[in-house]
T-cell receptor, first 116, second 115 residues
Framework: AQKVTQAQTEISVVEKEDVTLDCVYE???????LFWYKQPPSGELVFLIR??????QNEISGRYSWNFQKSTSSFNFTITASQVVDSAVYFC?????????????FGRGTSLIVHP | DSGVTQTPKHLITATGQRVTLRCSPR?????VYWYQQSLDQGLQFLIQ???????AKGNILERFSAQQFPDLHSELNLSSLELGDSALYFC??????????????FGQGTRLTVV
């Protein structure tokens, strides 16, 4: 079975602060994929990034960066210089290759509130 | 725009009724997933179809059923509705089995309210 834990239920920051959202996962699959999704107040789920289990290279996209560490089973997401538009619920997800289904399992989400 | 289309966006119905939620996946995606999002349960996987065949089942109630048609669109049928079925229902599609990647792209969801 696979499991994703997002221990932070809610984070509140002031605009321009950096913020890191934590994600810890469990899986028995040797090949798996990790994802982050954003759910703004409008409700849709927006895909942000995918990471393969065999690629531990960190990634940066503008103000967003992701730190994947297999040794600690973590896939953390950092927003630099946060903005009010970053306010949303962020979900970490995991899908494994067993059975060929690749079903994403989601964490409970972290609600990020960015105050002006 | 994810490319996944769900209809309707909102649905209000009475207890005991039956509703059908519809999903059109991204062009070329063979895999469709259905999820239920409620405040207390988070995002729960219900069922997956791949190219018309049921591939995996999650926490889907017996009152719920789904199918995927030859044109790859999918429908989720919810019957004998209860107040507790009120939730946001998402459809997602992915290109698993192709080089396009395994990430799932989600539709805007159908907000179901049972009164």
């Amino acid at each position: 079975a696979q499991k994703v834990t997002q221990a932070q239920t809610e984070i509140s920051v002031v605009e321009k602060e950096d913020v890191t959202l934590d994600c810890v996962y469990e899986t028995r699959d040797t090949t798996y994929y990790l994802f982050w999704y954003k759910q703004p107040p409008s409700g849709e789920l927006v895909f942000l990034i995918r990471r393969n289990s065999f690629d531990e290279q960190n990634e940066i996209s503008g103000r967003y960066s992701w730190n994947f560490q297999k040794s600690t089973s973590s896939f953390n997401f950092t927003i630099t210089a946060s903005q009010v538009v970053d306010s949303a619920v962020y979900f970490c997800a995991l899908s494994g290759s067993s059975g060929g289904s690749y079903i994403p399992t989601f964490g409970r989400g972290t609600s990020l509130i960015v105050h002006p | 725009d994810s490319g996944v289309t769900q209809t309707p966006k909102h649905l209000i119905t009475a207890t005991g009724q039956r509703v059908t939620l519809r999903c059109s996946p991204r062009s070329g995606d063979l895999s469709v997933y259905w999820y239920q999002q409620s405040l207390d349960q988070g995002l729960q996987f219900l069922i997956q179809y791949y190219n018309g065949e049921e591939r995996a089942k999650g926490n889907i109630l017996e009152r719920f059923s789904a199918q995927q048609f030859p044109d790859l669109h999918s429908e989720l049928n919810l019957s004998s509705l209860e107040l507790g079925d009120s939730a946001l229902y998402f459809c997602a599609s992915s290109a698993i089995g192709s080089p396009r990647g395994t990430e799932a792209f989600f539709g805007q969801g159908t907000r179901l309210t049972v009164v």
